[in-house]
T-cell receptor, first 112, second 111 residues
């Protein structure tokens, strides 16, 4: 069966520090991968999605970047965190077209 | 541009009631519609996935219907329980392979 792993679960980082969040998927190949952010009291915002290794599409201009070094690995990064980067980050995967989405358990990031 | 709206935004009911949560979307050209549940501080749990060719899906006390032509879906929860308390999100998947989320319905079921 397919599973998705996301870590860490919580993270407190100072302003200006780097960030690396990792997401891996097991039990499937060539999935679509996604990073979403949920700010406090707000809806889910799509940040990045990837349809293959090295293929990244950005939805919103921001302080963050994403990379897909392997088929089932998706990484969210920042060189210098801002206070506004605080939020709940969720990784998800799906198959093409008619497939549903499966989400990871999320990372709660607090920038102080 | 696809927009997804959920009504009501919040709902508080006594245990045992049957509930209907509504979801509407502006562009009927979708591949599927998915209902999720989110508990506070947690990730999203998929409840039901309805393909564009389907009219409804059922899982236990949950039933979701889809009327693609009118841009509507409903999630029916039978005999609600306090454990059903959570935020319920609907989302549509279109040609871009992206999932567009609704605004959510926060449900509280009290004993």
């Amino acid at each position: 069966s397919q599973t998705i792993h996301q870590w860490p679960a919580t993270l407190v980082q100072p302003v200006g520090s780097p960030l690396s969040l990792e997401c891996t998927v097991e039990g499937t190949s060539n999935p679509n991968l996604y990073w979403y952010r949920q700010a406090a009291g707000r809806g889910l915002q799509l940040l990045f999605y990837s349809v293959g290794i090295g293929q990244i599409s950005s939805e919103v201009p921001q302080n963050l970047s994403a990379s897909r070094p392997q088929d089932r690995q998706f990484i969210l990064s920042s060189k210098k965190l801002l206070l506004s980067d605080s939020g709940f980050y969720l990784c998800a995967w799906s198959v093409r077209r008619g497939g549903g989405y499966t989400f990871g358990s999320g990372t709660r990031l607090t920038v102080v | 541009k696809q927009e997804v709206t959920q009504i009501p935004a919040a709902l508080s009911v006594p245990e045992g009631e049957n509930l209907v949560l509504n979801c509407s979307f502006t562009d009927s050209a979708i591949y599927n519609l998915q209902w999720f549940r989110q508990d506070p501080g947690k990730g999203l749990t998929s409840l039901l996935l309805i393909q564009s060719s389907q009219r409804e899906q059922t899982s236990g006390r949950l039933n979701a219907s889809l009327d693609k032509s009118s841009g509507r879906s409903t999630l029916y929860i039978a005999a609600s329980q306090p454990g059903d308390s959570a935020t319920y999100l609907c989302a549509v998947k279109a040609d871009t392979d992206k999932l567009i989320f609704g605004t959510g319905t926060r449900l509280q079921v009290f004993p």
